[in-house]
């Protein structure tokens, strides 16, 4: 069945980086559109960027423009969502997302920016 | 950005009672492919969301029939048939009609 597998709990400091994985099967990574949304503790659910697997091409929404990048490496059907300078506030369940197709979400990957 | 408004925000149902929650799109959802680009989704305590209904009354593989959705342009609905204990959670309806994409703020749905 289709799947998205998400890496673990990352915890880091305001300033620094990180960079979580997406690894895909039961599809054609290639053919669906990937999706990155998330979800600060207790709120709802904020778009962040999607990438075109088949392509590269990505696109980002305008508040994390310049802070988020979108990757993928198709030989092993797995996509990365990179979000530096990170705040406090960046502090949220991050999901990877196929809108359209097999309609699957990530389990998500908690991270944690605190000093 | 296409604002999406949720009503109500929270709701308390009786186990084989009906229940409604209204979406209201800034714009209108309907894309020129005459497709319109409402979805429902439900996030059970402690899971990622699933998707329950897709294009405003598709219903995705699995989804038991007691949950449909209605509506057009900017007004929609998702209607529960009959509550169960199982369908607690939060409800978010969801555009993808352009970039970016937006949620509505949730339904948080409790039994009595």
């Known amino acids: 069945q289709v799947q998205l597998v998400q890496s673990g709990a990352e915890v880091k400091k305001p300033g620094a980086s990180v960079k979580v994985s997406c690894k895909a099967s039961g599809y054609t990574f290639s053919v669906y559109y990937l999706h990155w949304v998330r979800q600060a503790p207790g709120e709802g659910l904020e778009w962040m960027g999607r990438i075109i697997p088949a392509s590269g091409d990505t696109l980002y929404a305008q508040r994390f423009q310049g802070r988020v990048t979108l990757t993928r490496d198709t030989s092993i059907s797995t996509a990365y969502m990179e979000l530096t300078t990170l705040r406090s506030d960046d502090t949220a369940l991050y999901y990877c997302?196929?809108?359209?197709?097999?309609?699957?979400w990530g389990q998500g990957t908690l991270v944690t920016v605190s000093s | 950005d296409i604002v999406m408004t949720q009503t109500p925000l929270s709701l308390s149902v009786t186990p084989g009672q009906p229940a409604s929650i209204s979406c209201k799109s800034s714009q209108s959802l309907l894309h020129s492919d005459g497709k319109t680009y409402l979805y429902w989704y439900l996030q059970k305590p402690g899971q990622s969301p699933q998707v329950l209904i897709y294009e405003v009354s598709n219903r995705f593989s699995g989804v038991p029939d007691r949950f449909s959705g209605s509506g057009s342009g900017t007004d929609f609905k998702l209607n529960l048939s009959r509550v169960e204990a199982e369908d607690v959670g939060v409800y978010y309806c969801m555009h993808s009609i352009e970039l970016p994409i937006t949620f509505g703020q949730g339904t948080k749905l409790e039994i009595k």
């Open positions: 997302v196929l809108m359209t197709g097999p309609r699957t």
